[in-house]
């Protein structure tokens, strides 16, 4: 195969984390011929993230928007406010959990763990779409 590359819009989701890894798999039909291989998610915002975290128990994103929230209150006297007290604590949420992640194929598969989901972290009140570059690189 060697390298493919596509953009992905995802629609827009409410703040909060929220599991992608079916929209990811369902727009990218030429993993299922990849043997071995890369598949690099990159996100190109600096107010919403990406994460892999459990998959199955909705208290999950719950409490990892919560503690986010702890972190990076709306409340702490942040210097860059212009466009709204979300915004800030958006960069910095961001900024902790990153804007890519790498995840080896196998058998024309994601090679995730059982209990792992590749998760769309919403920092934003209205994020609106958000825009994914997803890149394989892999061996027939």
């Avoid at 107010?47 to 503690?67: C, H, Q, W």
């Avoid at 986010?68 to 209150?73: E, G, H, S």
């Avoid at 080896?104 to 989901?117: A, F, H, K, M, V």
Wanted: glycine share 8%; charged share 15%; aromatic share 8%.
């Amino acid at each position: 195969m060697g390298w493919h590359q596509t953009r992905l819009t995802l629609p827009a989701f409410r703040r909060g984390f929220h599991l992608i890894t079916k929209h990811i798999v369902a727009s990218l039909p030429e993993l299922a011929s990849v043997n071995v291989g890369l598949l690099h998610v990159f996100i190109q915002h600096t107010s919403a993230s990406l994460s892999i975290n459990e998959n199955a128990d909705p208290d999950v994103p719950r409490d990892l928007e919560t503690s986010f929230n702890a972190i990076a209150p709306e409340n702490f006297p942040y210097a860059h406010t212009c466009e709204g007290p979300d915004d800030m604590p958006a960069h910095v949420k961001s900024s902790l959990l990153g804007s890519s992640l790498t995840i080896p194929i196998s058998s024309g598969r994601l090679y995730l763990g059982t209990w792992q989901g590749i998760y769309l972290c919403e920092h934003r009140n209205h994020g609106g779409e958000r825009s994914l570059v997803l890149t394989i690189h892999g061996e027939d």
